[in-house]
């Protein structure tokens, strides 16, 4: 087909749709300036289609080209190379392009920009919805290819567009086996070279500052934070302390981490330590936009760019911005730092000066009641239960001095209300502490192997160091409220449902139902991104050794190229065979009496039809004579009576006697005519 | 300069590549008035369009391993697949058709010789958007002509016409045809070139000349002879449906003796001769072209004539048989 020539007026529909959808998701992250281009250029384009107006001009385009240009220069040119600057540039650009979109040249520019979007999009989610979206817009994007090909007279109509659609089903439903065995063959490789990341994205989840209510906040989220399978048994709930982040830096009001002290552990001692079995879980972690991950006491993770701190934190050397599969082996028996440096002592007993003065003041007066650093650390945890202090996710604000407050006069308080305070005191008596965020508990889902920590599961307790121990956990919670270390976060927010009121989870905490289906349309999207999104390096070498087998993975690419063959041979074979003309079941039978006839005397003459045959052979054969003329009177009947059915019972049992019939004729003709070549050779 | 270098890289490189695929083709897919398009005579590349999606297919799973993204592999091979399947439904989309020329009617030298070509399938498959042209090949001038497209989606027959320009007088033979097709997606391109043995006549192309004055043989009045024309009253006869009404005797209808048709005739010369020599002093094409106005302004007349040419003669006669003789005597002279 001729590359000029103009584009047939239903691939402009297809296309502007899929433009529309492919433009949807990003819409959020869109500035208001290509909102609004979006907006112009499709309208300007259904107007053009309607005929209401008309291409733009050399001026307007160049106009349009440098107005978007400066505009992306401004918006993102600041920041290097960006992913954002990226998309929306591919954006703008199929957006301009669609205006002056007048041959199937450009048509087949912005189909192939659409198929890049698409790959965009999977920057930002890579969840079953949005695999499922982009499965339908390439659909799309293929009845668009179709329509342009097909031939003008055939291209309009609704039912023109129907079958656009169902042939592009076709050619996708055929390629997704192979879509599937290159995807599981195809070597998979670590990065070519450094590509920017998303940015401007919110985080979610713990943050790496720990403020009075902040984390009560975040347990009023339902989002799923990560999930969890372990290689053995599930440990009891009060073991499932994720570890996120060991906050040292305390200014009076906020713990932070001190970020001066960020580096890799040098002693591993515990990984040569093989007396104790490790933990050993995999965890899929959603996008935090952190670049810290969770894990339970000392872990261990081999995974490129991430390693372990002087404060037992996972860290990754890129910010989370995938679901993100991580095995770990959890030491939880092994001591770590039996000896606490100088300057690590120093930081874990900072405190500012000046604040809190009543709790400076307890924190002594109990240092003077215990000399052991043990008995201290229990005794002020005993004192949350020996005085009254309420656990509430909705506690009174606090001032200043807020753990001042918080210990003698609201006693009012979440778990982070209550680890600051058991800090601030453990290092107000000179105990080394430090505050631990991250989260507690998990639920599991009954549909699989598996475990869910949501939002509401983030928890703050508080490490403490002794002497001949190490650190060691105190979690205030625990000794407070054991049923929420027991029974998971869940049952306290439901004693809470009253001021959870307007959340939609306080609902669906009471409807099995809904529950259920929750529950497992989650365990569906574990198993994608266990299987789907996270088939990496690793996961691929280990499943094609297990099912090809470690000694035969060189035949891999022969494999690969046979199935793709097997396939696409198939495809013709089903396509040739589909299309084979049927032959009406008598005509077969007829032409099968005739021909077996060809080369003897008794060959059908060409042109011949079967009355004409039958009716010459009775006259020649006056022995079968009667036989012929009834096997006619039969073939005429079923060729052309009424239109038979040809399933009808009737019609099957006349011809089975029919072809028997003919059967017997053929080996009574067959010597005769022999004679007659043998008398005809004299 | 430049026409200069294009000029010898046509006469030098094109031509005898052009000439060497031609000959390669006539052994491969020797010409027959009937061909089916098979395995052994289609041929497949990708197009434009193909190379850009394979591209954008490479930008998809380059993308894919440096953002360690899933579905993006995913998606890459999808297009992949895609990619290896529109070859073979491009492929199917052609295999399998028959194709058959009728015979073109004869026309003039520099006039379209139009063939009609019957597309169609022994099977039920659907076969969209193939089209069929005639390119011209070797010739000075690339004739490009926009091919027709067949569609056989629910008829197994379709019909295609095309119009190949003519130059020569004599027998001329059509080029290879060109059937391709790039259904479904337009990312592969599969085509044949079948020959199907499409032959024509050319006559000469006409030459305005002045035609022999009936007084130019001689005025006797007894090689006279009459042909219907306008000019004399020649007699009545009955009405025939499709007579003029201008010709309809009125005044002998009024008679009561019935509807009459008035006819008028030309005179003529009967031993009208058209001759060779007659055109002396021209080229021999051009003696030809003249000779050929002659015999068409003539026939269109309906006079009666005859025609000489060295070695052959034709006695006066009309008609359009006779009208065919002639011409076909003058493409064929040699």
Known sequence: ?682 | MDTQYRRRFRSQIKQPLDRWHLNWLARRAPAASQVSLGGRTIYMLPTAQGWLFVASSVVVFVAAINYALSLAFALSFLMTGVFLLTLVHTFLNLQGISLQASRAEACFAGENAVFRISVSRQDNRIREAIEVSAPVTGAAIQIKQHGQLANLTHAAADEVFLAIKTSVRGHFKAPRLRVKTVYPLGLWEAWSRPDLDMHCLVYPQPRVCDLPSSAGAGNSTDNLAFVPGTEDFYGLRPYQPGDSHRQIAWKVLARGQGLKTKQFVDPCDVSLMLDWAQFSGLALENRLSCLCYQVVQLSARDIEFGLRLPGQEFLPGRGDEHRRTLLEALALWS
């Open chain 1, 1 to 682: 087909m001729v590359v000029n020539a103009t584009i047939p007026r239903t691939s402009l529909i297809w296309v502007l749709s899929v433009m529309v959808l492919l433009i949807l998701p990003h819409l959020s992250r869109m500035p208001i300036w290509l909102v609004l281009l979006a907006l112009v250029c499709l309208t300007w384009r259904w107007l053009i289609y309607k005929g209401r107006a008309d291409y733009p001009g050399r001026a307007v385009r160049v106009g349009a080209l440098l107005a978007v240009g400066s505009a992306s220069l401004l918006q993102y040119g600041g920041e290097g190379l960006s992913i954002e600057g990226m998309v929306m540039l591919l954006i703008s650009g199929c957006l301009l392009k669609l205006l002056e979109m007048r041959y199937r040249r450009d048509i087949n520019i912005v189909n192939t920009l659409a198929f890049l979007l698409l790959m965009a999009g999977f920057i930002y989610s890579q969840s079953i919805v949005s695999g499922l979206y982009n499965l339908l817009i390439a659909l799309l994007i293929l009845s668009s290819m179709i329509s342009l090909n097909r031939a003008p007279d055939f291209a309009e109509g609704r039912v023109a567009q129907l079958r656009n659609l169902r042939m592009a089903g076709v050619i996708m439903l055929q390629a997704f086996p192979l879509m599937l065995v290159l995807f599981v063959t195809v070597p998979r490789i670590s990065p070519l070279w450094g590509v920017p990341q998303p940015s401007n994205v919110s985080s979610t989840g713990v943050s790496d500052q720990m403020r009075p209510g902040e984390i009560s906040e975040l347990a009023r989220s339902t989002e799923i934070a990560f999930r969890v399978e372990f290689v053995d048994e599930v440990p009891s709930p009060e073991q499932l302390y994720w570890r996120g982040l060991a906050l040292e830096q305390f200014d009076g009001t906020t713990w932070s981490r001190n970020t001066a002290m960020i580096g890799p552990r040098r002693d591993q001692q515990y990984l040569t330590d093989s007396s104790q079995n490790p933990l050993k879980y995999s965890i899929i972690m959603e996008p935090s936009q952190q670049n810290w991950l969770y894990a339970i006491s000392v872990p261990h993770v081999s995974l490129p760019g991430v390693f372990l701190d002087n404060q037992n934190t996972l860290y990754v050397s890129r910010p989370v911005v995938q679901r993100l599969r991580y095995d770990v082996s959890s030491y939880t028996q092994v001591p770590t730092d039996l000896l606490l440096g100088q300057r690590a002592r120093a930081l874990s007993l900072q405190l500012p000066e000046e604040t809190n003065p009543r709790a400076r003041e307890l924190a002594s007066q109990m240092r003077e009641q215990y000399a052991d650093d043990r008995q201290l650390a229990n005794a002020m945890l005993s004192r949350f239960l020996s005085e009254e202090y309420f656990y509430t996710l909705n506690p009174p604000l606090l001032g200043v001095n807020g753990i001042d407050e918080f210990l003698f006069d609201s006693r009012q308080g979440f778990c982070e209300h209550y680890a600051g305070a058991l800090a601030f005191m453990l290092r107000a008596a000179g105990i080394p502490a430090r505050v631990v965020v991250g989260y507690q508990g998990a639920e599991a889902n009954p549909f699989d192997d598996y475990l869910m920590v949501y939002q509401y599961n983030a928890h703050a307790w508080v490490e403490a160091w002794f002497e001949g121990e190490g650190w060691q956990r105190l979690d205030p919670t625990a000794w407070l409220a054991p049923e929420r270390i027991e029974q998971g976060a869940q049952m306290l927010l439901r004693q809470n449902a009253q001021t959870l009121q307007n959340s939609a989870f306080a609902n669906l905490l009471d409807r099995p139902l809904l529950q259920a289906i929750r529950l497992r349309l989650d365990s569906l999207e574990y198993a994608w991104s266990r299987r789907v999104i996270s088939y990496d390096e690793a996961t691929q070498l280990e499943f094609l050794q297990q099912w090809v087998g470690a000694a035969r993975m060189q035949w891999l690419p022969a494999i690969m190229v046979m199935l793709v063959v097997l396939m696409l041979s198939a495809v013709v074979f089903g396509s040739v065979h589909k299309g084979r003309r049927r032959r009406d079941p008598i005509i077969e039978v007829c032409l099968d009496f005739m021909n077996s006839f060809a080369g003897t005397p008794l060959e059908r003459l060409p042109g011949e039809g079967a009355q004409t045959y039958f009716h010459r052979l009775a006259a020649g054969s006056p022995l079968h004579r009667e036989a012929l003329e009834f096997c006619a009177r039969e073939i005429n009947q079923l060729m052309y009576d009424a239109s038979p059915d040809p399933k009808a019972a009737w019609v099957k049992q006349e011809l089975g006697q029919l072809s028997q019939h003919l059967k017997q004729l053929r080996r009574q003709l067959i010597p005769r005519h022999k004679i007659v070549r043998a008398a005809s050779g004299l």
